[in-house]
């Protein structure tokens, strides 16, 4: 079992649903990405970003996914509740790493564990933009170092 990190960031409870498991009766693997972007999506969404750039208190509207990557550590079984802990690890100047946990147990079972990678983009071009000021003051909240 993974060592737990220092509670810098937040926790989320994500809802496990019948049609999230496999024939096994276990959490398909795709899902634990989904309940990662629920988590997180929420969080965006509390502090007042939208997709819609007319409803965003945000102009960073236009963000996409570059890598990835979860490492599966114990399976969930069944339906039910499990948690969804992130934080940022990393703000450059266009890129943001996130690096999450999917727990249960009160957060003593770490089912799996990882990093996501997003970048903001222009719209028109798909060329990397730089984050607006405030999107980097909340997101100060959710990293492990703030002056990092």
Known sequence: MR????????T??????????????MVHNSRYALFVERAITAFWQEAGWSVDPDRSRYRDTHLVVREF??????????????DVWFRISR????SVVYAFQVRSDEGRC??????????RVDPD???????????????????EDPAR
């Open 91 to 94: 703000l450059g100047r266009t």
């Open 69 to 82: 990557l979860i490492r599966y550590e114990a399976p969930i079984r069944g339906t039910g509740g499990v």
């Open 125 to 143: 071009t798909l060329k990397p933009l730089a984050f607006s000021d405030e999107l980097r003051e909340t997101a100060r909240g959710l990293m």
């Open 12 to 25: 989320r409870p994500v809802q496990v649903h019948f049609d999230d498991l496999d024939p096994l009766g």
């Open 3 to 10: 060592e737990l990190p220092a509670e810098a960031g937040r």
């Open 110 to 119: 770490v089912h799996a564990h990882g990093h996501r990678v997003q970048i």
